[in-house]
């Protein structure tokens, strides 16, 4: 019998989710079937109930469902803990297992796609929303010499940063046996002056509405990555980047590395995700 899988959002016509399992499942040989599926914005919970009732084996969550999700799963992984929130929910005997595969699809886009390290660089994370919390503690592991958490609100910064301490401090031994992590500080966007980074990740919703970010050249250090998180478009944050001389990539390559990751999780196989990437850039 053909497994069902499904990515769960609202909106989520635009998802390119179908066709990257789609490719994953004919790859490597997985009996499976993949759709987009609108929930009503206040029935998430039905909505996956529903599917599990459909034979449902397994959902990919998007805006703006995943806090919800983290709530609905019965068992969570570490870094679905710390975040906050899940993007990944397994269905099995057990209930629902719910994870967060957002920030291993940064850190393999940045280390394989992009060829970064980021180990010992400085790191700045503008945004204190969701997608900034599910990428932290893949980012803390890595072990930068600094994160930076900058947001319009400092407060809101603030906030995020020592709730991640907070977490941090309950992970489970066999989450991480190395040194001490970092931890991360934070600011509001109006502090940056003056400061310098090797990698900048843009994790707010700005380039939606083309609103540039109030940052100041100087964020971006010789030889820096800027990350744009958002795909599929030129955002403001892009093109200052590109002006002050930094390496720029958008966010569809950690699109396809996280559905990678939540892939293995279904289906105990590790897709090949470079030619996933390329027939979606159209190279």
Not at 105 to 128: C, E, S
């Amino acid at each position: 019998m053909t497994d069902k899988y499904a990515v769960i959002g609202n909106p989520i016509v635009h998802s390119q989710s179908p066709r990257i399992h789609a490719m994953f499942a004919r790859q490597t040989g997985q009996d499976m079937t993949y759709e987009a599926m609108l929930a009503p914005l206040d029935d998430f919970n039905a909505t996956v109930r529903s599917f599990i009732q459909a034979g449902g084996c397994g959902a990919n969550v998007t805006v703006p469902f995943k806090e919800e999700a983290r709530h609905l799963a019965t068992r969570l992984s570490a870094r679905a803990r710390v975040a906050g929130a899940s993007n990944t929910l397994l269905f099995d005997a057990e209930g629902i297992f719910g994870d967060n595969t957002d920030g291993v699809g940064l850190l393999r886009d940045v280390h394989q796609n992009l060829g970064h390290n980021i180990a010992g660089i400085r790191v700045l994370l503008i945004g204190a929303g969701g997608a900034a919390r599910g990428v932290i503690l893949p980012l803390l592991l890595e072990r930068p010499v600094q994160l930076v958490i900058a947001n319009r609100s400092a407060q809101k910064a603030q906030m995020l940063a020592s709730q991640l301490v907070s977490a941090m401090a309950d992970l489970p031994a066999e989450t991480d046996s190395g040194p001490p992590l970092p931890a991360p500080t934070s600011c509001g966007l109006n502090e940056l002056a003056g400061e310098c980074f090797d990698l900048v990740i843009n994790a707010t919703s700005t380039g939606l509405a083309d609103k540039p970010l109030d940052i100041p050249d100087s964020v971006f250090a010789p030889g820096c990555l800027a990350y744009e998180m958002m795909y599929g478009r030129q955002t403001p944050f892009m093109a200052q980047a590109h002006s002050a001389k930094a390496q720029v990539s958008d966010g569809l390559g950690m699109l396809v590395e996280q559905a990678a990751e939540a892939f293995f999780l279904w289906r105990g196989v590790q897709p090949d995700t470079l030619p996933v990437l390329k027939a979606l850039r159209g190279t």
